[in-house]
Each structure stands twice: as C-alpha cells, then as structure tokens.
C-alpha cells in the first residue's frame, strides 16, 4: 500500500499547514473539523497562501488549481476511512485526542496509519486507546509548516517499523527530512533546544548580561540565525513558556529544564512578543 | 588613523591558543612564544580551560617574569574571572574572556572584569580584540560567561539525548539544524570547538553552582577521560580521518 489520501484531523494553523503541504506534493487531503464555518475558513486561508504563490511566480495556475481541487472539507470523523494516513493535529489537550484516536481506531480499516502532530503528549498514551498501537506514531511537523523542513516521526512503545518505514517515506515525498525519534519527552528539538531559551533566561535573571547583549552575543560569538529574546518574541513567549513547562513535567521536574520565572512574568504581564506589540523587545504593529 | 601594534604572547592549553597565534601572526602583531623569558609584553593570552590547577600554575608561573602594567587576558571557561584574578599578585591587571574554538569564524569575543580589576584594563583588553577585529560585548563575571555556557548546555542535552538512545548523532544533529535553524548540529559543533573546552564549562558551571542542572553528560565525561576530544584527536561524537 502507497500512502495517496491523508485525513487532516484539525484545521488551525498546524492542520492547515499540513494540509496545505499534502496537496501540494500530490497527496488527496480530507481536512476535517468540528463545524463547516472553521474548516471553510481554514480552507480560504490554503487558497490564499496558494494564491500568493501563484502571483509571486513560484507555482503555475494549473497547479494551484490541480492543488486546491484535491482537498475536501469535512465535519464528520467516519470519513477518514477512506485515507491511508490520519495526520492528528488538534489543540494539545489530551481528553480530546484521545477521543479522537478511540473514533479513529473504530473508522479505519486496519491498514489506515494514525499519527498525532502532538508535540506535549506521549504517542504512547494517545495509542494507548486505540486496539491497534501498532499503526499509530508521531508524526511532528514544525511551524510554519509549509516551509520548515523537519518532521520528527515518533516512535511509541508499540509502533511498527513497517509504520515507521512508510511514515518515513510519506514524509520524504513531501520533500522534508524525516527523523525517527523514541517517544520521549520533548521529542530531539524541543527538549535539546530547551537551554537555547532557558539558560539565556537564567543568564538574564542573574544579571550578567541584558536580553539585547545576549542575543547579539549569540548572533555574532555563536553564528545563530535569531538570538533567543528575538526568537521567543517571534514564537510568542507564553507558546515557549508552556512548551518549557511540559518538558520539565514530563520529565517529572528534573532540574536541567525548570522554566524561569522572569519568562512567566513576562507571560503574565501580557508582553508577548510581537503578536502582543511588545515582548522583550517593543514593535510596531 | 595609526594603528596600535601590541607585543603579545599567548599560553596554555585548549583549542583556541593555536588559532589566536595565527589571526595574530597575519594582522602584524609582535608575537613572542611561550618560552620567551624577556617581559615587555603588553599583553598576555592564557587559554587553559580543562585542568584549572595547570592553568593557575602557569599563571603564576607568568606573572613572575612580567612587569606588572602588563595585561592579562585569560579564558573563562571553567573558572570566574575573580577566582583566576585571585591567584595573581596584580589581580588588578586580569581581564576575563570568553570564546570558543573556531576563534576566525567568531566576529564577537566577551570580556568580562573580575571583581578585582581596574577598569583601565578592561579598556586595553577591549582596545586590543578590537584591534585584531572582534567586537567586544562586556558582561558580567562568571563561569562560561553567555555564548560558551548556553551552547555547552545545548551539547550537554544533545549528548544526554543521545546515550538515552532518543535518535542517532546525525539525527539529532539534522533535527536541530533542519527544525531550528542552528548553524551547524549540537554534537558536530561540540566536535569542532574540543570536547575538552566544551567539558570545562559544564565542570566548571557544576563546581561553582552545586545546581544538578549543570552536571556534565556521563558519556562526555567519559569522552574526555578517553581523549575524544573531537576533530582534532580524530575522534568525538563522530570519527575523523
């Protein structure tokens, strides 16, 4: 079996995303959500993104329209048993993807793939109500999407290598890099990207260098694209912050990833980063 | 405007001395090597980062044979600035700094003052890498300063990673370069600057703060024990020829 029809299950900005970059590559998409308004509204955002391809040259009308004519919306779970892989990518609270995976495993015929795009659980646990952990992995793309180039495929206690192997090739023909990688907490870029935000926190917070002197350190001493205060305002902090508190739970506190409190001030404050108008950094939006 | 020719001399063990005597040699600067036994030095460029014992005898050892207007640039990478400064005479005339190997891919060096020195120094210190054309960031005292102590960390997670057998080297390496961006993977970077120097922050950070979060890696331990100290012993988290 050759991997053709992928079912997005969720259509913000992940699902959307992975949509997006199905059918780009020739896959069919199913994008599901819970009501016609979101995923109408999501499907509207595939086409303009699309569409600013077309216009800036980078992709024939042909395509774009061979692309967009290859997703269908849908409200209702049952039809993922049509696809051969199930991609997972709703709002990270485990009693709802576990509903989804209990649904999932009772739609599909058993050769249908399950993945969840969950970058805070355990793929184990999520499996772990379905009959057949065998077929379901991680599957963890980055933001944005369409143009980050990893997607760490996550291997749960009880997933095949036969799943692995065609996830891996699956991901190949969307032209990214696939890395398998065990279920642990953080998977490899979030939890090895930790001290990245974390020990620049606790540099700050100990007063040995400013925000702005440690990001230009680690431009122009460590070659790094962003410094870490720029990035986090980028990412938003509080989407950093409760990345770094799942790591340090998971992990059942062990003290290499303990979140600093001068970023959860910032979180309570309301300073953001950019989407807010002001992080560490002041912008104008 | 004249630029000023320093006469250095650079000492000590680590990555980096090999690297600063050449960016030295091709920007015109008197160099003297380790065994000269006249003083008129400017400056001084000590680099022992892994054995702390060894790099405070060498200092000692120094400081005897210069006059004491003479500056002192030493590495902090696994000690503070003011603990090093401490075992001087003219604690006053040492500048802590801070890089990692390779020194010409770096545009930017930090110093940082130990509570003793006098801020003159500092000024020639700054005047001096900004003479062999760094710019300079100073930043407060203490082990790894920011660039060296963020990374170390990075690598130390990447190698604890690692050996709870999470992906391979070269996975781990890719997901962080292809998922975040980083110029070059956590375990190949640790193998071009020196497991060694690497190992001296984390030891380092550990002695000074007693905080679990700075533990080094077992296995980067064991590498250093081994002498896996990267690229340049031909072997570290990969193999070279």
């Not at chain 1, 944005?144 to 291997?155: G, K, Q």
């Not at chain 2, 001296?200 to 002695?207: E, H, R, S, Y």
């Amino acid at each position: 079996m050759t991997i053709q029809t992928v079912g997005v299950v969720g259509s913000g900005t992940m699902g959307s995303g992975i949509a997006q970059t199905c059918v780009q590559h020739g896959f069919r998409v199913f994008l599901y959500d819970l009501n016609d308004a979101i995923v109408q509204k999501a499907f509207t955002q595939i086409k303009k993104r699309l569409n600013r391809l077309v216009e800036k040259g980078k992709m024939e009308e042909q395509t774009f329209q061979d692309s967009i004519s290859r997703i269908e919306t849908c409200t209702d779970l049952s039809l993922m048993k049509a696809c051969d892989l199930v991609i997972e990518a709703v709002p990270e609270k485990i009693n709802i993807k576990k509903e989804i995976f209990q649904a999932l495993d009772e739609h599909c015929p058993e050769q249908t793939i399950l993945t969840t795009n969950t970058s805070s659980f355990s793929v184990t646990e999520i499996a772990s109500v379905t009959k057949t952990g065998e077929r379901v992995a991680g599957l963890h793309f980055f933001n944005p999407v369409p143009l980050m180039p990893l997607v760490e495929i996550v291997r749960g206690v009880k997933t095949s290598e036969d799943t692995l192997k065609k996830l891996a090739q699956f991901v190949s023909s969307l032209h990214k890099d696939p890395v398998v990688c065990e279920d642990t907490p953080g998977f490899i870029v979030n939890r090895i990207a930790r001290p990245f935000y974390n020990e620049a926190l606790k540099i700050a917070g100990e007063r040995l260098a400013k925000p702005e002197q440690i990001d230009r350190i680690m431009k122009k001493a460590g070659r790094f694209k962003m410094g870490p205060f720029e990035l986090q305002d980028l990412i938003g902090i509080d989407v950093n912050f409760s990345t770094t508190e799942t790591v340090y739970n998971s992990f059942f506190g062990e003290e290499r990833f303990r979140p600093h409190y001068l970023q959860q001030r910032m979180v309570q404050s309301g300073k953001l980063g950019r989407k807010a108008g002001e992080g560490y950094y002041p912008y104008e939006n | 405007m004249k630029t000023k020719s320093f006469t250095v001399k650079v000492a000590g063990e680590g990555s980096l001395a090999d690297s600063i005597i050449a960016q030295l040699r091709e920007t015109g600067h008197q160099l003297e090597d380790q065994s000269a036994v006249h003083s008129n030095f400017d400056i001084v460029i000590e680099t022992t980062n892994l054995d702390i014992d060894q790099k405070k005898k060498l200092l000692v050892e120094i400081e005897k044979t210069l006059p004491k207007e003479t500056v002192i640039l030493s590495t902090c990478l696994g000690v503070t600035a003011t603990e090093t400064a401490s075992w001087l005479q003219h604690p006053e005339r040492l500048v802590g700094f801070a890089a990692f190997f390779p020194w010409e891919d770096c545009e930017l060096v930090e110093l940082a003052p130990a509570l003793q020195t006098e801020k003159e120094n500092v000024e020639k210190a700054k005047q001096f890498f900004e003479e062999v054309g760094k710019e300079v960031e100073v930043v407060e005292d203490g082990v790894g300063l920011v660039f060296p102590r963020i990374l170390s960390l990075i690598i130390n997670e990447a190698a604890f990673a690692l050996t709870e057998g999470v992906a391979s080297a070269e996975d781990i390496d890719k997901a962080m370069m292809k998922g975040t961006n980083y110029p070059m993977g956590p375990l190949r970077w640790a193998d071009h600057i020196g497991i060694d120097d690497v190992y001296a922050v984390l030891a380092g950070m550990f002695k000074e703060t007693g905080e679990d979060r700075y533990r080094p890696a077992p296995f980067i331990k064991k590498m250093v024990y081994a002498k896996w100290f990267g690229k340049k012993t031909g072997r570290g988290f990969y193999q070279y020829d």
